[in-house]
């Protein structure tokens, strides 16, 4: 049974940074992808970042590129997404995913983190 649980959110101004991490549950972690995406109200959701089971390769969407980072810890079975530079339109729930690869996202899911960037 995997589980994964997201901390960190909050609100923040803009051009301030946030961590979010993501705790898993579970004995398959070091052989997964992670990633983290998002979804503000009303609208659909979208790809953050992935990163894949070693660290290897990490992967971002085009509206953070270069302002958001994803990292790991397999000795810990953590996620973190920092990120730096925060705009109002990074205002979202985020949710951490396991399983995710170049296909999209897989099929266990965290019950999200508020990040709320004011202006």
């Known amino acids: 049974q995997v589980q994964l649980v997201e901390s960190g959110g909050g609100l923040v101004q803009a051009g301030e940074s946030l961590r979010l991490s993501c705790t898993f549950s579970?004995?398959?972690?070091?052989?997964?992808?992670m990633g983290w995406f998002r979804q503000a109200p009303g609208k659909e959701r979208e790809f953050v970042a992935r990163i894949t089971w070693n660290g290897g390769s990490r992967y971002y969407g085009d509206s953070v590129k270069g302002r958001f980072t994803i990292s790991r810890d397999n000795s810990k079975k953590m996620v973190y997404l920092q990120m730096n530079s925060l705009k109002p339109e990074d205002t979202a729930a985020y949710y951490c995913?396991?399983?995710?690869?170049?296909?999209?996202?897989?099929?266990?899911w965290g019950q999200g983190t508020q990040v709320t960037v004011s202006s």
């Open positions: 995913n396991a399983g995710s690869t170049f296909s999209g996202p897989g099929q266990y």
């Open positions: 579970g004995r398959t972690f070091s052989s997964l992808g």
